[in-house]
């Protein structure tokens, strides 16, 4: 029966911390995650993105190009801020979605793919799905769970219930 407890303890979350709380760092990492990809093809030059698209095939690569740039960065901050998560989350996933039908697919699912271990160090191949994946599945977490309790959303939700109440 001891062993029971014990491995119970086990089970379970020992932090004394609400369930809803799970939102902050899945919030920091996606949400900090997509301002630097963002910031990374500024940072480049976005003519540089916009050429790969280009390259690539994509119609009206200037005009995905700059969509791109600006859903990863401002959808980015929404997250981080959890302002408006549900309608950020739309063009943030048809986003990655375009990556990994373009891009990933044919790199197969692991986003790590080690080719070679040299004097300069490791050698990686192109990176597959996996963090697509990743990034959706986190989004997707935040619309059905919430952006917690740290957030613009929660603030506004409760101005909201506040201006109910007092009606």
């Not at 190009?65 to 959808?75: D, L, N, R, S, Y």
């Not at 191949?125 to 990743?134: N, R, V």
Request: with cysteine; proline share 7%; charged share 10%.
């Amino acid at each position: 029966m001891k062993a029971m407890v014990s491995l119970k303890k086990l089970c379970v979350s020992p932090l004394p911390v609400p369930t809803n709380w799970f939102a902050i760092p899945l919030r920091l990492i996606v949400g900090l995650g997509f301002i630097e990809h963002g910031y990374a093809k500024l940072a480049r030059g976005p003519d540089a993105f916009i050429a790969i698209l280009h390259a690539i095939g994509m119609p009206f690569a200037h005009l995905l190009g700059w969509a791109t740039i600006v859903v990863e960065v401002i959808g980015g901050s929404l997250i981080l801020l959890g302002a408006l998560v549900p309608l950020a989350t739309v063009p943030m996933v048809i986003v990655l979605l375009v990556a990994i039908f373009t891009v990933h697919l044919p790199n197969g699912f692991s986003s790590i793919k080690l080719l070679s271990y040299g004097a300069s160090g490791a050698h990686f191949g192109q990176p597959g799905y996996e963090t697509d994946l990743l990034y959706i599945a986190g989004l997707l977490a935040l619309c059905f769970g919430g952006a917690g309790p740290v957030s613009l959303d929660a603030y506004l939700n409760g101005r909201q219930t506040h201006r109910v109440e007092d009606a």
